[in-house]
């Protein structure tokens, strides 16, 4: 499936259908309000300099709306209803900040035109757009059914199971590439488990994964692990997150992970398990603020910078920065940067944990880390799309290699962007052990499970906290 393709199409044409509905507004202005207001004409309305000038802003306006809304995050698999109740919910706002900004400066001669222009605006907006995007996703969702559209998924599974999988994926436009069997089946359909080609792509066992993933062009993984095998399962799938697809499991009757509360997908059983409950118009949302925060305290904090920057020069020999690398979305390595509150040859001591007395933080580091200001230069790995003002803190490989020999479900928390403040950092703080850093993975996975705008302002609201307060030690 061309994602990027599918989503240009429905930004195009919610570019098309605002123009066309806003430039019928202006006729029906004209005839309501404008003639009276010195126009002789209806095109010396429609040419001169102001209605042409938000001729050209309304569109970007909804484009921008509609893109706060989520509508383009997900191009393929949308549902009809959630379509509708979208398209209705943001064009019943955007019309009426339209209305209020832009409406109300006419001088009509009546009251009741306002009624007139409000609801043939709201009419003509909501069918136009939601009948171009009806089309679009129609069009979509035919080519899927045709099979000519698909997704490529490895399964994981029992090959007993093959057939079923086989017949239903299809339907919801996936497409099998390979087998994996787990349950000593002998493969798919009695297929042997030796990583050969099959009617559905390459089939192996469990130890060809890692081979099979390397060398398959694989966008999603969908698990299967039958009504068995429970323990052996859940490990099984911690291990799958190492891979950074999205992951999906099938979901029978008395299998092991039946009591997760089941959503379908198009009456399909499959639970996605690497997702969280986070809406699509807060990613957005939360994205845009990230920005704007990262662009405000970059300039407006400019004093604040250049004096810690002398303050680290004074306090020891060494550059002003620190650069570490991390392990940030989706497994992607990064560079992180800090003002340095630890001696310049600390770094030659390898890969070690600062506890609460290190002899290694400077004396003006100590206070840089109390009151958390060593870190605020992440504000431009933010503006770089490294970080997140909020999200779990970015670790060093060589950390995580070991945190996940105990907890392998951490890998769970490269599917968001970390932050350069947590819920872990917030309620636990700093850790100086991997026993710890385990402990303080629980409020890292209570957020990814529970992540919303309102939780980023409280985790937020307690940082600014533990700034002011000078607890960050």
Not at 84 to 98: C, D, E, K, Q, S
Not at 199 to 207: K, L, M, P
Not at 312 to 339: A, C, D, L, N
Not at 409 to 438: C, E, F, Q
Request: glycine fraction near 8%; include cysteine; hydrophobic fraction near 45%.
């Amino acid at each position: 499936m061309d994602r990027r393709r599918q989503t240009l199409t429905y930004i195009a044409a919610d570019l098309a259908t605002a123009a066309v509905a806003w430039f019928l507004l202006n006729v029906i202005r004209y005839y309501e309000v404008a003639q009276y207001e010195g126009f002789s004409s209806l095109a010396g309305y429609l040419s001169s300099h102001r209605v042409v000038a938000v001729q050209i802003l309304i569109p970007l306006f909804w484009l921008a709306l509609y893109y706060f809304s989520g509508y383009y995050n997900r191009p393929f698999g949308k549902s009809r209803i959630d379509e509708l109740f979208n398209t209705v919910a943001t064009v019943a706002i955007g019309v009426t900040f339209i209305f209020f900004v832009v409406v109300l400066n006419d001088l009509p001669k009546s009251f009741e035109i306002y009624y007139t222009i409000y609801l043939s605006y709201g009419g003509m907006q909501l069918f136009l757009t939601y009948v171009c995007r009806s089309m679009t996703t129609g069009y979509a969702a035919r080519r899927i059914a045709r099979g000519e559209w698909a997704l490529n998924v490895l399964v994981i599974g029992i090959g007993s199971q093959a057939a079923k999988i086989r017949r239903e994926l299809p339907k919801v436009g996936y497409r099998i590439i390979g087998f994996v069997d787990f349950g000593g089946e002998g493969g798919c359909d009695g297929a042997a488990a030796d990583g050969t080609a099959g009617a559905d792509g390459a089939r192996g066992s469990v130890g060809d994964l890692p081979r099979l993933m390397d060398t398959l062009p694989v966008d999603e993984l969908i698990f299967a692990p039958g009504v068995v095998h429970s323990d052996e399962s859940i490990r099984l799938l911690y291990s799958l997150y190492h891979y950074k697809r999205p992951i999906k499991i099938w979901v029978e009757k008395d299998n092991p992970f039946y009591t997760v509360d089941v959503r379908t997908i198009h009456g399909i059983p499959l639970i996605e398990v690497t997702d969280n409950n986070f809406s699509e118009a807060g990613r957005n949302i939360k994205w845009a603020l990230d920005m704007t925060a990262a662009v405000l305290v970059l300039t407006l904090f400019a004093p604040l910078y250049a004096w810690i920057a002398i303050g680290v020069k004074r306090s020891s020999k060494g550059p002003v920065f620190f650069r570490q690398e991390r392990i940030g979305y989706m497994g992607r390595p990064f560079t992180i940067y800090k003002f340095r509150s630890m001696y310049a040859d600390a770094a030659g001591q390898g890969a070690l944990l600062t506890d609460r007395d290190d002899p290694r933080v400077t004396p003006f580091g100590r206070f840089l880390r109390k009151y958390r200001l060593d870190e605020i230069p992440q504000f431009w790995n933010i503006l770089k799309g490294d970080m997140s003002l909020v999200g779990p803190r970015p670790e060093q490989r060589y950390y995580i290699d070991r945190i996940v020999r105990k907890a392998p479900y951490y890998y769970l928390l490269h599917n968001v962007r970390p932050g350069i403040t947590s819920w872990g950092m917030v309620k636990y703080g700093y850790a100086d052990t991997v026993d710890k850093m385990i402990e303080r993975l629980d409020y890292d996975m209570m957020y990814y499970k529970n992540m919303s705008l309102t939780l980023d302002l409280t985790i937020l609201f307690y940082t600014v906290k533990i700034v002011f307060t000078g607890k960050g030690v």
